[in-house]
């Protein structure tokens, strides 16, 4: 009796609980794994309590631009309106971008680097990204002045934004400068700056300085052509940290240096979405089984191929 009560108890914990449960798992786990356990644990994994931060980083590794469109519009669709957190690299196309920005209306943090996306869309959506407060458009190759500029005037409270770009990306530009002046113009209150590797002079970064009062801190690695007088920076805006230009490790650990292209056996995830569905069917409740195939998701694993792995170049520190 004591045994039926406490799963009891656990089944009707109220979905918000249930979905701050859910977060610490897996996307694999929750899409798959949480329905299968019982209804109500189902119907919290396709309610907007698990989705209000999306971080699909590390399932989009290896994985084809279509299956990556389908999986983000599902769980875009499953947050309801209620998302404010989004992580999610190589977004393939403008497109996807516009329908980010069309369910923006909560989001608060924006992380897309490694993004195909254009200078003309960012300029169309950029109003509906209003409440932006940190964004990451690093290693975003198709943007430039354009695209920052018209984020910077339509989202006021951004105080935190990461630029970053390898040196190989930008070898055949001479100046990024316009970059400079478009933050400069229109993002009086950051707070935190990363620009590693962009072709900037001395004079385009004490633009920035001079007109973001609030600017804590400023990555400037690898801009070899910004001399910073650290005196004039001690008296005039004591406040501020600047790392860089000087870079003491080009290419410091991370997950590329992890790879080891002698490895036969790696996890792969192959993603099938049907048409989903945007929360649990309620009507479906008599028909419960806990062996059913889930309708809108079918991941399945493949170990053991030995096939060579495309790999990127190293990102920049």
């Not at 798959?32 to 189902?42: E, F």
């Not at 490694?114 to 209003?130: D, G």
């Not at 695209?147 to 935190?160: F, M, N, P, Q, Y």
Request: proline share 5%; aromatic share 10%.
């Amino acid at each position: 009796m004591e045994e039926e009560s406490r799963q009891h108890c656990w089944e009707e914990l109220i979905p918000d609980a249930l979905g701050l449960i859910f977060r610490k798992l897996s996307i694999e786990d929750i899409l798959t794994k949480i329905p299968r356990v019982c209804k109500s644990w189902g119907r919290a994994a396709a309610g907007p309590y698990c989705w209000q931060e999306i971080d699909i980083e590390e399932w989009s590794h290896r994985r084809q631009p279509e299956h990556l469109d389908r999986m983000l519009k599902m769980l875009i669709q499953r947050s309801a309106g209620s998302l404010r957190k989004l992580c999610v690299p190589g977004v393939p196309n403008d497109p996807l971008f516009a329908f980010i920005a069309d369910h923006a209306g909560s989001l608060q943090t924006l992380k897309l680097p490694r993004s195909e996306i254009s200078n003309s869309i960012v300029e169309q959506v950029a109003a509906k990204l209003c409440t932006i407060t940190f964004l990451d458009v690093s290693y975003c190759k198709k943007i430039g002045a354009p695209a920052l500029e018209a984020i910077g005037k339509h989202c006021k409270c951004l105080i935190g934004l990461q630029r970053s770009m390898h040196p190989l990306e930008v070898a055949d530009k001479l100046c990024q400068d316009d970059e400079a002046h478009a933050i400069a113009t229109t993002m009086p209150k950051l707070k935190h700056l990363e620009m590693p590797y962009l072709r900037l002079t001395t004079d385009a970064v004490l633009e920035i300085i001079s007109s973001c009062r609030e600017l804590e801190f400023m990555d400037l690695r690898g801009c070899f052509d910004v001399k910073l007088d650290e005196k004039f920076l001690k008296e005039k805006f004591s406040g501020l940290k600047v790392l860089g230009p000087l870079v003491e490790d080009c290419y410091e650990r991370n997950d590329w240096e992890d790879y080891d292209s002698d490895t036969s056996s790696y996890l792969a995830w192959d993603f099938i979405a049907d048409e989903a569905y945007d929360y649990y069917d309620e009507s479906s409740d008599a028909a419960w089984d806990d062996e059913q195939r889930l309708e809108e998701l079918e991941l399945r694993f493949y170990e053991g191929y030995g096939q060579a792995v495309e790999v990127d170049w190293p990102l920049s520190p």
